[in-house]
């Protein structure tokens, strides 16, 4: 069986990205953080509950999942983040120096939820 928790790696043009999923507290947030390999860029795209809003809990949403009114999206899944860090780059929300940068990852997912294609978005 695979491990959720283990870093993977996401090859996106030139730049090979390094990915994880977390479920943190003590504001029960998923965050997906990526860097870039071999350089100290990292972003974290942060999922925070809120009205029409759940984050993975353990129990009735799985491991790695943010869902909203209209869609479910599984941060486990490498098109999921592929389609995230295409989006972060279409908004020029990707670091291009040295440092950590943190983004509200609801305004991502609906932008991909209206242009989703099978990309790992379920709809509700």
Do not use: Y
């Amino acid at each position: 069986m695979r491990s959720h928790r283990r870093t993977r790696r996401l090859v996106v043009g030139d730049v090979t990205w390094l990915w994880t999923v977390r479920h943190r507290h003590p504001d029960c947030r998923e965050v997906l953080s990526l860097r870039q390999e071999g350089v100290p860029v990292k972003v974290r795209v942060v999922f925070r509950p809120g009205p029409g809003r759940c984050v993975s809990d353990g129990w009735f949403i799985p491991s790695g999942s943010v869902a909203d009114d209209r869609t479910t999206l599984n941060l486990h899944r490498p098109g999921a983040v592929r389609g995230l860090v295409d989006l972060l780059a279409v908004r020029g929300l990707l670091p291009v120096s040295p440092g950590e940068t943190e983004v509200d990852g609801w305004p991502l997912l609906d932008a991909l939820g209206d242009a989703d294609g099978g990309g790992g978005l379920t709809p509700r």
